[in-house]
T-cell receptor, first 112, second 113 residues
């Protein structure tokens, strides 16, 4: 069955450091992939999406993600995090005839 | 931000009582969804709707029912709330059912005591 896996439950990084959040998927073809961010007490906001074409996609708030077919991955990156980036991040995929499937999320903590 | 309003935002209810959560959208999107969010499980789909009076089950539909009498409103009902239904509930909308992003409401925190 198709699935999305976020291997890291919790990540802590220092303010100003670079960030990479991992996302892997299981599917025999190329899925539609998404990253969402959830600030405390808020709903999910779409950061970026990949449908096809250029494998490096830019999103809002300075985030980018790279689709790597060979690794079945869609990792989220930011070169320099800000304290306001502390949140929970969800990777999601749409596989063929299926609706959105979400990973279990990665909680990001920023330390000064 | 997509025009999605959930009400109430917070609710405490007793075991065995009925509870209805409301989702209202102003985007005229055809598809509407109810998810629950629990630690370690991410978001799980409860029910979704593909049009007025057209609904279908998601992966965790037991104990829940839904109704959609107007394009803009999607109601989630817990007929007899249980403690296992304590969760944060999110409504979402999308233009298509597949291969498209969804937009989310702010969530409703429900506590069943």
């Amino acid at each position: 069955a198709q699935s999305v896996t976020q291997p890291d439950i919790h990540i802590t990084v220092s303010e100003g450091a670079s960030l990479e959040l991992r996302c892997n998927y299981s599917y025999g073809a190329t899925p539609y992939l998404f990253w969402y961010v959830q600030s405390p007490g808020q709903g999910l906001q779409l950061l970026l999406k990949y449908f096809s074409g250029d494998t490096l996609v830019q999103g809002i708030k300075g985030f980018e993600a790279e689709f790597k077919r060979s690794q079945s991955s869609f990792n989220l990156r930011k070169p320099s995090v800000h304290w306001s980036d502390a949140a929970e991040y969800f990777c999601a995929g749409s596989f063929g005839n299926e609706k959105l499937t979400f990973g279990t999320g990665t909680r990001l903590t920023i330390i000064p | 931000d997509a025009g999605i309003t959930q009400s109430p935002r917070h609710k405490v209810t007793e075991t065995g009582t009925p509870v209805t959560l409301r989702c209202h959208q102003t985007e005229n999107h055809r598809y509407m969804y109810w998810y629950r969010q629990d630690p370690g499980h991410g978001l799980r789909l409860i029910h979704y709707s593909y049009g007025v009076k057209d609904t279908d089950k998601g992966e965790v539909s037991d104990g829940y029912s839904v109704s959609r009498s107007k394009t803009e409103d999607f109601l989630l009902t817990l007929e007899s709330a249980t403690s296992s239904q304590t969760s944060v509930y999110f409504c979402a909308i999308s233009e298509r059912l597949r291969n498209t992003e969804a937009f989310f409401g702010q969530g409703t925190r429900l506590t069943v005591v």
